[in-house]
């Protein structure tokens, strides 16, 4: 008996020794994996600077802070400047983890800078394991959200989600995810407003903002994905979108495949609450060409005389031949959505 009280202490030690090297091995690997991404960054013309990586969490955890963090990548034309951010999760499963925002961070794009902060901003990811660590699922939540432009705007929200899920393998075509998209009391940019709706018809606020639905895209997305910027739609289905701002409200599904030359090529239903207002809004914001709104106009009158003439319609979008079209009537260029060839 107490020559197996030796063995099961001894093999115990041996067990902790061996767990506490595994876990110094991964942490220094997770430190230095993260080190020559900067650096290879930088070797591809960004500016890619990291202040400091901290690993903590012995023995069951794998809690990662970085601090001082700035991206720019000149060929895309943006920057993301960020104090810290915190990547924490379990050492058994160093690729699945939560991710913690700090509390105000700045995004730049060509002319304009933006300020973000917020109460919460937080997310759950989990990467494919391997040197590219493709996108598996992931979902990321805040609440009251706020951006304020150097250009003199500001925006927000009281609470938003969005998650992004890759599509398992034979059920849907390559380089497939399904995304979902809600937020609820969206202030708009009083600019913006006011050349929406100069008459101040509409509320300032947005009540919702929802997407669900689906889309495959030319690659997977991965780190190649991010250091590239190479990737295009191929198709893509709307299973419920809506946008609903005080008495107006429009809803959205339907499918669409993306041709050789980059336009969508399907048909999308639009469900409309008070079109009659839309169009008013449309004259008088001034920011819509007088004949695409008589193009428009027309078409919807004509599916409103074919439904009862009321002020709530259904609307098939017919899209082909890099037009959209209701019914008989071409209403406006489709946007081209990949290049050409790809």
Same mark, same amino acid.
């Given at each position: 008996?107490?020559r197996?009280m030796?063995?099961?202490? %001894?093999l115990?030690?041996?067990?902790?020794?061996?767990?506490g090297l595994?876990w #110094?091995?991964?942490?220094?690997?997770?430190?230095?994996?993260? =080190?020559?991404?900067?650096? &290879?960054?930088?070797?591809?013309?960004?500016?890619?600077?990291?202040?400091?990586?901290?690993?903590?969490?012995?023995?069951?955890?794998?809690d990662? =802070?970085?601090?001082?963090?700035?991206?720019?990548?000149?060929?895309?034309?943006?920057?993301?400047?960020?104090?810290?951010? %915190?990547?924490k999760? =379990?050492?058994?499963?160093?690729?699945?983890?939560d991710?913690?925002?700090?509390?105000h961070?700045?995004?730049?794009?060509?002319? #304009?800078r933006?300020?973000i902060?917020?109460?919460?901003?937080? @997310?759950?990811?989990?990467?494919?394991?391997?040197?590219?660590?493709?996108?598996?699922?992931?979902?990321?939540?805040?609440?009251a959200?706020?951006?304020?432009?150097?250009?003199?705007?500001?925006?927000?929200a009281?609470?938003?989600?969005? #998650?992004?899920?890759?599509?398992?393998? @034979?059920?849907?075509?390559? !380089?497939?995810y399904?995304? /979902?998209?809600?937020?609820t009391?969206? &202030?708009?940019?009083r600019?913006?407003?006011d050349?929406?709706? *100069?008459?101040?018809?509409?509320?300032?606020?947005?009540?919702?903002?929802?997407?669900?639905?689906?889309?495959a895209l030319?690659a *997977?997305?991965?780190?190649? /994905?991010?250091? !590239?910027g190479e990737?295009?739609?191929t198709?893509?289905t709307?299973?419920?979108? $809506?946008?609903?701002?005080?008495?107006?409200?429009?809803?959205a599904?339907g499918?669409?495949?993306?041709?050789?030359?980059?336009?969508?090529q399907?048909?999308i239903?639009?469900?409309?609450s !008070?079109?009659?207002?839309?169009?008013?809004?449309?004259? !008088?914001s001034?920011?819509?060409? *007088? %004949?695409?709104?008589? +193009?428009?106009?027309?078409?919807l009158?004509?599916?409103?005389?074919?439904?009862?003439?009321?002020?709530n319609i259904?609307?098939?979008?017919?899209?082909s @031949?890099?037009?959209v079209?209701?019914?008989?009537?071409?209403?406006?260029? +489709?946007? $081209?959505?990949? =290049?050409?060839?790809k």
């Amino acid at each position: 008996m107490k020559r197996v009280m030796v063995w099961a202490v %001894g093999l115990v030690v041996v067990a902790a020794l061996g767990w506490g090297l595994w876990w #110094q091995a991964l942490a220094s690997g997770q430190r230095a994996a993260i =080190e020559a991404w900067f650096a &290879d960054r930088r070797q591809a013309g960004w500016q890619a600077e990291l202040g400091a990586i901290t690993v903590e969490g012995f023995p069951l955890r794998l809690d990662r =802070e970085l601090l001082a963090i700035q991206l720019a990548d000149p060929r895309a034309g943006w920057s993301w400047t960020l104090p810290r951010v %915190g990547v924490k999760g =379990e050492a058994i499963a160093p690729t699945r983890f939560d991710l913690v925002m700090p509390d105000h961070h700045s995004i730049a794009i060509p002319g #304009q800078r933006v300020d973000i902060r917020h109460r919460r901003l937080d @997310g759950q990811l989990s990467l494919v394991p391997g040197p590219r660590l493709g996108w598996r699922d992931g979902i990321v939540q805040g609440e009251a959200v706020a951006i304020a432009s150097q250009a003199g705007w500001e925006a927000g929200a009281e609470a938003l989600s969005a #998650q992004l899920v890759e599509r398992a393998p @034979g059920t849907a075509p390559a !380089n497939s995810y399904t995304m /979902t998209l809600d937020a609820t009391a969206v &202030d708009l940019p009083r600019r913006l407003l006011d050349r929406i709706d *100069p008459a101040d018809l509409l509320s300032t606020r947005v009540e919702e903002l929802s997407f669900a639905g689906s889309a495959a895209l030319t690659a *997977p997305l991965d780190l190649r /994905t991010i250091e !590239n910027g190479e990737i295009d739609l191929t198709a893509a289905t709307i299973r419920k979108a $809506r946008l609903s701002w005080g008495e107006l409200a429009v809803d959205a599904r339907g499918t669409f495949d993306v041709t050789a030359d980059g336009y969508p090529q399907g048909e999308i239903t639009l469900t409309l609450s !008070n079109w009659r207002q839309m169009i008013v809004i449309a004259r !008088n914001s001034g920011a819509v060409e *007088p %004949g695409l709104i008589d +193009a428009a106009e027309q078409a919807l009158q004509f599916v409103a005389l074919i439904a009862g003439d009321g002020d709530n319609i259904d609307v098939p979008l017919k899209l082909s @031949g890099g037009k959209v079209r209701i019914g008989p009537f071409a209403i406006a260029d +489709a946007p $081209r959505l990949a =290049e050409a060839g790809k």
